[in-house]
């Protein structure tokens, strides 16, 4: 089934530690995203990319980078994990401007 | 910024009922509206979407209506189900850049 899959699922991090989150889409969708979700509120866009090789900050960009190598990746890294970054994180991609984002189900990250 | 909002945090509902989930934007430059369900582990579903020369639009049991004039987009759910219980948020794009705006969320919930 094609879609966004996210690994790990879940995760729980000592505090200073580096830790990379994945996202692979097999849509072939140009634009790639990720978004944290703090409980019982929305999202909060982290980290996009328009296309492979391009990046751009969001909302929420501190502390967080992430890479577009190829089309179908694009993971996120967390370089010296803080308490303040435990979150549900999620991937998403569309086509292109005015195209549904499509997402992951997340990956629950507790930083300790 | 633009901002979005919601004007209610939780809906309940009688199943079978009909649901109606607001949605109030600021920026009279937004072109396209788009409404997500997140069910509880889960990453946010595309629901439904509409373009800014459009006020309505239907699909399977669901309408969403925009109101240009006073800034207000809503999202109407038929004869609700026990499985439309969820967290249902309204999103918008005010450019060609493929970033959403994410409103806070509304829960609704299903009374048997």
């Known amino acids: 089934i094609a879609g966004i899959t996210q690994a790990p699922t879940s995760q729980i991090l000592a505090a200073g530690r580096r830790m990379t989150l994945r996202c692979t889409q097999d849509?072939?969708?140009?634009?790639m995203y990720w978004y944290r979700q703090d409980l019982g509120l929305g999202l909060r866009l982290i980290h996009y990319?328009?296309?492979?090789?391009?990046?751009g900050k969001g909302e929420v960009p501190d502390g967080y980078s992430v890479s577009r190598a190829n089309t179908d990746d694009f993971p996120l890294t967390l370089a010296s994990a803080v308490p303040s970054q435990t979150s549900v994180y999620f991937c998403?991609?569309?086509?292109?401007?005015?195209?549904?984002?499509?997402f992951g189900d997340g990956t629950r990250l507790s930083i300790l | 910024g633009e901002s979005v909002g919601l004007h209610l945090p939780t809906l309940s509902v009688q199943e079978g009922d009909n649901s109606i989930i607001n949605c109030a934007y600021s920026?009279?430059?937004?072109?396209?509206f788009i409404w997500y369900k997140q069910e509880s582990g889960k990453g946010p579903q595309f629901i439904i979407d509409?373009?800014?020369n459009m006020d309505k639009r239907q699909g399977q049991r669901v309408t969403v209506l925009l109101n240009k004039t006073v800034k207000h987009l809503s999202l109407q759910i038929a004869a609700t189900q026990p499985g439309d219980s969820a967290v249902y948020f309204c999103?918008?794009?005010?450019?060609?850049?493929?970033?959403?705006?994410w409103g806070a969320g509304t829960k609704l919930i299903i009374k048997p």
């Open positions: 999103a918008l794009t005010e450019d060609s850049n493929y970033q959403l705006i």
């Open positions: 920026n009279s430059a937004s072109d396209y």
């Open positions: 509409i373009r800014s």
């Open positions: 849509m072939r969708h140009n634009a």
């Open positions: 990319s328009n296309t492979a090789g391009t990046t």
């Open positions: 998403a991609s569309s086509d292109g401007w005015g195209q549904p984002q499509h």
